[in-house]
């Protein structure tokens, strides 16, 4: 399973690169706003300056919703760097576009997915990843990895190459279950990938060898 980090804050982008474990990133509209950037010269510097970081498939969401803007926004972020996947709703025209967009060469990721119907439309349309939120799927009160699983079985089954990106991950365990249930990408936050380092048998463990090496000198 490939990591991507799903934030727009090159220094967490850059911590988790330097970890030496990080495929890929994903961001979206909060996650931009959240970093204070605003304007077009700056958000595409900022994907630029993301590309810069990290050598694997890096997500920029297009903000319009109709199929001419979604082709326009999607073609000036393609057009920034050869690693930009243009990340595209689960709407209507959002499904036409993905479709325009495989049929010329350019990438997309398929957001906002919250069901397996969802998930077929989008890989019929070719697109490369789709993103199933599983956090918000939870908060709603039902399973987001059983999802994932229902996505990866109909995927395996029908042949389909869309890459299953589970997204919206809010714990270490989300990424351990989504690893369990065949998802190919998980994108998360730095704090769950960090949490997945840490097991209190680890710091006692090493506390004792720590004391005993120090017996050694
Ligand atoms: C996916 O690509 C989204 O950016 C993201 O995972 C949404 O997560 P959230 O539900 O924590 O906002």
Request: proline letters at 3%; aromatic letters at 6%; glycine letters at 8%.
């Amino acid at each position: 399973m490939k990591f991507f980090i799903d934030t727009a804050n090159l220094a967490q982008i850059k911590e988790a690169h330097d970890l030496g474990i990080l495929d890929g990133v994903t961001t979206n509209p909060s996650l931009m706003a959240k970093e204070g950037i605003k304007g077009h010269d700056a958000i595409m510097q900022h994907y630029i300056d993301i590309c810069n970081i990290v050598d694997g498939p890096v997500s920029a969401e297009v903000l319009g919703t109709d199929f001419a803007g979604i082709l326009e926004e999607g073609k000036k972020l393609a057009a920034l760097h050869e690693n930009i996947v243009v990340k595209v709703p689960m709407i209507k025209d959002g499904v036409k576009a993905i479709k325009w967009f495989t049929d010329n060469g350019i990438r997309t990721n398929c957001t906002l997915v919250f069901s397996a119907g969802q998930a077929i439309l989008a890989a019929k349309a070719g697109a490369s990843f789709v993103s199933p939120f599983i956090g918000r799927i939870d908060d709603s009160n039902w399973d987001g990895v059983q999802l994932i699983e229902q996505i990866v079985s109909i995927y395996n089954s029908q042949g389909f190459m869309t890459e299953v990106l589970a997204a919206s991950i809010r714990t270490p365990m989300h990424i351990v279950r989504c690893a369990e249930a065949g998802a190919d990408v998980c994108t998360c936050p730095l704090s769950s990938i960090l949490g997945l380092l840490k097991h209190p048998l680890t710091d006692l463990g090493l506390e004792q060898f720590l004391k005993d090496a120090n017996s050694l000198h």
